[in-house]
């Protein structure tokens, strides 16, 4: 199946720093997503960029499907941004039913006062 | 509009004895979707539920089994509970078929003792 690597794993911040998340995938995708997981586990949709560029307040993201790879920048960095990143990615099979969305293991993300 | 709900939020077993757990999907989301995220383990996909059929699982045992009723919710049962399968069990729901952006509960811890 696809393989999908998140970095870095671990990223510590001060408060108001910029940060540059990347998601590598093993092969043509038609979904791309990105999810922030909270305290409580929740997963919270970020962007959902099978290719192209997207923005969002201080997130954006960008995935270049020919290069098999997806970014997410986050800008002025805040407390509250804590927590897991989780990119995954689907990749189907024409006429087929094998859906899947495959998680990256994440990146957790600290930002301190 | 209500997002994906879950319950119950926590839920205490004993090894041997049998766990349900019911998501409700966003609604006009014909699809749903159930996840284990074990401790070290990330995000794991078990089971696509469309239009009330099965169409894919992921690599779980037998012991793991849901359904999807007429109105789209759906139930996760996990029988003959083992204590590994304490985890937080994600449910998603999408617009149905291959495509689109999935969007989670907040979870239900199930804890295995």
């Known amino acids: 199946g696809i393989q999908v690597e998140q970095s870095p794993p671990d990223l510590i911040l001060q408060e108001g720093a910029n940060s540059t998340l990347r998601c590598n995938f093993s092969?043509?995708?038609?979904?791309l997503q990105w999810f922030h997981q909270n305290p409580w586990g929740q997963l919270i949709n970020l962007f959902y960029i099978p290719s192209g560029t997207k923005q969002n307040g201080r997130l954006s993201a960008t995935t270049v499907a020919t290069e098999r790879y997806s970014l997410l920048y986050i800008s002025s960095s805040q407390t509250t941004d804590s927590g897991v990143y989780f990119c995954?990615?689907?990749?189907?099979?024409?006429?087929?039913?094998?859906?899947?969305?495959?998680f990256g293991k994440g990146t957790l993300l600290t930002v301190n006062p | 509009e209500a997002g994906v709900t879950q319950s119950p939020t926590h839920l205490i077993k004993t090894r041997g004895q049998q766990a349900t757990l019911r998501c409700s999907p966003i609604s006009g989301h014909t699809s749903v979707y159930w996840y284990q995220q074990a401790l070290g383990l990330g995000l794991q996909f078990l089971l696509w539920y469309d239009e009330g059929e099965e169409r894919n699982r992921g690599n779980f045992p037998p012991r793991f089994s849901g359904r999807q009723f007429p109105n789209y919710s759906s139930e996760l049962n996990v029988n003959a509970l083992e204590l590994e399968d304490s985890a937080l069990y994600l449910c998603?729901?999408?617009?149905?078929?291959?495509?689109?952006?999935?969007?989670f509960g907040e979870g239900s811890r199930l804890t295995v003792l």
């Open positions: 995954a990615v689907e990749r189907y099979l024409s006429g087929g039913s094998n859906y899947k969305l495959t």
């Open positions: 092969d043509s995708v038609n979904n």
């Open positions: 998603a729901s999408s617009l149905g078929g291959y495509h689109g952006e999935l969007f």
